[in-house]
């Protein structure tokens, strides 16, 4: 599976963002794709998620209400809308994707794509 993130860029807090990530290669239907983040000097972490089977959604409670992730099926792409940006969403934003319907755990991702980076200034 490669994924192809981009979207990323310079923005002012208050400002809103979409990513976009399309994946490629093997498809399976215990596919989840996910939005995870790393921060200078932090861990990635979690940000929100999609099971391709049934569409349903999970979301850090950091984002909550602020971003929504969402897919389309043809072009086998998934968005990640970020409103309401704040300076604390900076960070390197990846894309990754697994077959054995993990969620929110780092080390369930088998397939990372390259990351883009999101700026936030106060």
């Known amino acids: 599976v490669q994924l192809q993130a981009s979207g990323g860029g310079l923005v002012q807090a208050g400002a809103s963002l979409r990513l976009s990530c399309v994946a490629s290669?093997?498809?399976?239907?215990?596919?989840?794709m996910g939005w995870f983040r790393q921060a200078p000097g932090k861990e990635r972490e979690f940000v929100a998620a999609?099971?391709?089977?049934?569409?349903?959604?999970n979301y850090a409670d950091s984002v909550k209400g602020r971003f929504t992730m969402s897919r389309d099926n043809a072009k086998r792409t998934v968005f990640l809308q970020m409103n309401s940006l704040k300076p604390e969403d900076t960070a390197v934003y990846y894309c990754?994707?697994?077959?054995?319907?993990?969620?929110?755990?780092?080390?369930?991702?088998?397939?990372w794509g390259q990351g883009t980076l999101v700026t936030v200034s106060s």
């Open positions: 990754a994707a697994n077959f054995g319907d993990v969620i929110r755990a780092t080390a369930g991702y088998d397939y």
């Open positions: 290669g093997r498809t399976s239907s215990r596919s989840v």
């Open positions: 999609i099971r391709w089977t049934d569409g349903s959604l």
